[in-house]
């Protein structure tokens, strides 16, 4: 059972790995440590719109990172706690590299959506199907929905 938790954590270990450097996490964090120590400077503060920027920059990074950094401290201690080989902990152990994994999971996922425009705001805007047909809104709209009261106002569209 000890083998195959310490198997786990290192398929864990390796995957993480292998997506901090896809993500670039240590020059993220280089960029972060930067920008702090830009924060901190005592004229900072001189050029507010410049300095609104950093924070928004510092702020982004802080939020990238802080899942992956949570991550790697949790699969540290798993890491640490198998090398004590205490049959003790198997139980716990497992219960938590079995989070690490779906937290891994669940931020691979995130991954989709990484790139350089991702982050930013969208504006979608919906048009009507058909020339010449008016768009209803309120509680008659463009399709049979599900009624707002017990008999259905909506009617669709001819």
């Not at 830009?38 to 982004?60: C, G, H, R, T, Y």
């Not at 706690?81 to 937290?103: F, G, P, Q, Y």
Request: hydrophobic residues 40%.
């Amino acid at each position: 059972m000890q083998n195959d938790l310490e198997k786990q954590a290192a398929a864990l270990r390796e995957e993480y790995i292998k997506l901090a450097q896809q993500l670039d996490l240590a020059s993220r964090s280089a960029q972060l440590a930067e920008l702090t120590a830009k924060s901190q400077e005592p004229d900072f503060w001189q050029d507010n719109l410049q300095a609104q920027e950093v924070m928004k920059q510092i702020s982004k990074l802080e939020s990238r990172l802080a899942p992956w950094q949570k991550l790697d401290k949790n699969l540290n201690e798993a890491e640490e706690l198998l090398a004590l080989k205490d049959e003790s902990l198997i139980v716990d152990l497992e219960k938590n590299l079995n989070e690490i994994a779906e937290s891994l999971a669940n931020l691979k996922d995130e991954l989709k959506y990484a790139g350089p425009y991702d982050d930013h705001d969208v504006i979608l805007v919906f048009t009507p199907g058909q020339a010449g047909r008016t768009l209803r809104t309120g509680r008659r709209c463009c399709c049979v929905c599900i009624p707002a009261t017990p008999k259905s106002m909506a009617t669709p569209l001819r």
